[in-house]
């Protein structure tokens, strides 16, 4: 386990990637904005220099975790899934810091939370773990599953807790099928920014768009454990990761000067999340973009912006980009970093033509994440040649872009003649877990060559 001591505090980077230069008449302006957050203390990371970094005064934020388990009737079906579940909660409670506020939740068409009960949170220390892994063993399956009102406890829980970083892990087995989908938009709805959390899906007869919506809402990380007896490993790396969390709420700020359009906001590295609809004004021309919880990682964000029309030899600013921590006692944001999106008209026209690699390299894994999307949904729907296509051009992109993961998924659900020019066949049978996983995994990106 890493030293969570009170020198572990992280300081953020901010890094610009752009083409400045735009035609006479040109007005779209792309920016991958690159943040990196480093000596929180989970991965070693070197302290950064130079003005663009901002070290956090303070010390390791203080942590609460809820965990949902499914307990709906199928996770008997077959009974080592139960069992399984049960270990790996179990292996996840055996990663949380001594210190941290925790709660386990039963989740079926009702939510239950089994330890520490009565709307409290317990603190993890030797005895509590007992306790609870007690209260794991108790566990059984029966009933129906209404995702929304497990998520609805586990943020009255971690509401109640008086700490910086709040995250929840759901495990389900199956489909969302005792409340209305409105309900478990509306739960999400109520639950975004308040915490984060991870998503799994155990087996094969859940819904992908139901967990990666969970995991998209909530800021978190979607994937499958086809397997049920890889779930304990899948845990703990959770748990490790939530516990390398040191600062949450950190929010992307735009501003853009007058006559400036904010055209879309995406991260595009290490997953595709769209966050162009989640901004939440700022003042004047200025808006913020969730981003979540930090520890030691990087990201990137590709932002497009519309300048007005200007002159060769003009040159504007088209977007300052901050990062903002809120201040919780109500007082004024700090800016923990910040970077400059430029625009510059040129008649150089091998200047004004050229493609930052950053820019083109995240376009086309924006484009790969949703090619596959479209070409499962295609072929789900019996519309081969459609799905032939679409897959054909996302196995094209990920052999350009080096994305071998996903090269890899693809190739269990196509034969690839002819990886450059995206030629492929569709197998006639595709085993459910493997079609399962090239679509719970389709936004996971890879960062461009250098």
């Avoid at 924006?366 to 949904?377: F, K, N, P, T």
């Amino acid at each position: 386990m890493a030293n969570f001591s009170k020198s572990n505090v992280p300081q953020f980077s901010v890094e610009v990637y752009q083409n400045e230069y735009l035609p006479e008449g040109g007005r779209e302006v792309n920016g991958i904005i690159t943040v990196t957050s480093t000596g929180g203390g989970t991965t070693g990371g070197v302290p950064l220099t130079g003005a663009t970094a901002t070290r956090l005064p303070g010390g390791a934020a203080d942590a609460a975790v809820v965990i949902m388990v499914d307990c709906s009737g199928s996770m008997d079906y077959p009974p080592t899934k139960m069992r399984n579940a049960r270990d790996a909660t179990a292996a996840a409670l055996d990663t949380l810091r001594d210190g941290t506020s925790f709660a386990v939740v039963a989740g079926t068409h009702v939510a239950k939370d089994v330890y520490p009960g009565n709307g409290r949170l317990a603190v993890a220390d030797a005895q509590t773990k007992a306790q609870a892994k007690e209260a794991l063993r108790r566990l059984s399956a029966g009933g129906g599953t209404a995702i929304g009102t497990w998520l609805r406890l586990a943020d009255r829980l971690l509401g109640a807790a008086d700490v910086e970083i709040r995250h929840g892990i759901l495990l389900t087995d199956g489909r969302n099928e005792h409340e209305a989908p409105e309900d478990l938009r509306a739960a999400l709805d109520a639950c975004a920014g308040r915490f984060t959390c991870d998503a799994r899906g155990v087996g094969t007869d859940w819904e992908v768009k139901e967990v990666t919506a969970i995991a998209s809402a909530l800021l978190g990380t979607a994937d499958i454990v086809a397997d049920p007896s890889g779930l304990a490993a899948d845990f703990t790396q959770m748990m490790e990761n939530a516990m390398g969390k040191e600062v949450a709420d950190v929010a992307l700020r735009l501003w853009t000067p007058v006559g400036v359009q904010i055209k879309f906001v995406k991260q595009v590295a290490p997953t595709v999340a769209e966050l162009t609809d989640r901004r939440t004004e700022a003042g004047p021309r200025a808006g913020d973009y969730p981003t979540g919880s930090w520890g030691d990682e990087s990201r990137d964000y590709h932002v497009c912006v519309q300048v007005p029309e200007a002159g060769i030899g003009q040159e504007m600013l088209a977007a300052r980009v901050s990062l903002i921590l809120p201040d919780p006692a109500g007082g004024a944001p700090r800016t923990l970093s910040q970077g400059l999106v430029r625009a510059v008209w040129t008649d150089d026209m091998v200047a004004s033509t050229s493609i930052n690699p950053q820019v083109a390299h995240y376009t086309g894994q924006a484009e790969l994440a949703q090619v596959i999307q479209q070409g499962l949904d295609a072929r789900k729907s019996g519309d081969f040649d459609g799905a032939t296509a679409k897959l054909g051009r996302a196995v094209q992109l990920a052999s350009a872009s080096g994305n071998e993961d996903t090269a890899k998924l693809l190739s269990k659900v196509v034969d690839v003649v002819d990886a450059a020019t995206g030629t492929v066949r569709l197998k006639a049978k595709v085993a459910e877990a493997d079609e399962m996983t090239l679509e719970t995994r389709s936004t996971k990106t890879v960062r461009v060559k250098k």
